[in-house]
């Protein structure tokens, strides 16, 4: 009977495994160079991803930030450690303070600096210059806030 039970609790399946809470400081390990780029003619900078965010690479994880729906009728949204009006595009903070969001279809219509809590599955971006370092891929509302 116990070696049974032990089967039958072993087959159960206790559900998803709960996403990683990540911070802001969390993206933090990361350095950048600058890398030329032929097809740009320019120079762009260039991702060195410390351990600790390598490790989260392919995990399922939460962060809280500011919506930014840049061209929502083309799905393009980021999540930003500042508002619009201090992230990264306009001077403060560098590439590691914004992440680019593939939502989930269904997505509700967001505020400019909305503040929400989003998960997803977390990609390392080293060689897309038209992405983001950071990418949620299956992006969805975790909280509003």
């Known amino acids: 009977m116990t070696r049974i039970l032990f ?11 709960p ?4 911070t802001w400081e969390t993206l933090e390990d990361v350095s950048f160079t600058d890398k030329y780029s032929e097809e740009e003619k320019a120079y762009y900078y260039y991702p060195d991803f410390g351990s600790s965010v390598k490790s989260l690479e392919g995990k399922e994880v939460f ?3 500011f919506m930014l729906p840049i061209e929502p009728e083309e799905g393009i949204f980021i999540l930003s450690r500042n508002p619009f ?10 590439p590691e303070s914004i992440i680019e969001l593939k939502l989930k279809a269904g997505y509700p219509k967001f505020k400019m600096d909305q ?9 390392l ?5 038209y ?11 975790y909280r509003f806030n």
Do not use: H
Not at 115 to 123: C, N, P, S
Not at 131 to 141: H, K, P, S, V
């Open 63 to 65: 962060i809280k930030g």
């Open 125 to 129: 971006n080293s060689e897309d210059i």
């Open 7 to 17: 089967v039958i609790l072993l087959n159960i399946n206790l559900g998803d495994t």
């Open 131 to 141: 992405q983001c370092n950071y990418i949620l891929e299956g992006a969805e509302i």
């Open 115 to 123: 503040v929400v809590t989003i998960r997803g599955k977390l990609k």
């Open 85 to 94: 009006a201090s992230c990264f595009f306009c001077g403060n903070g560098g």
């Open 19 to 22: 996403p990683t809470k990540i």
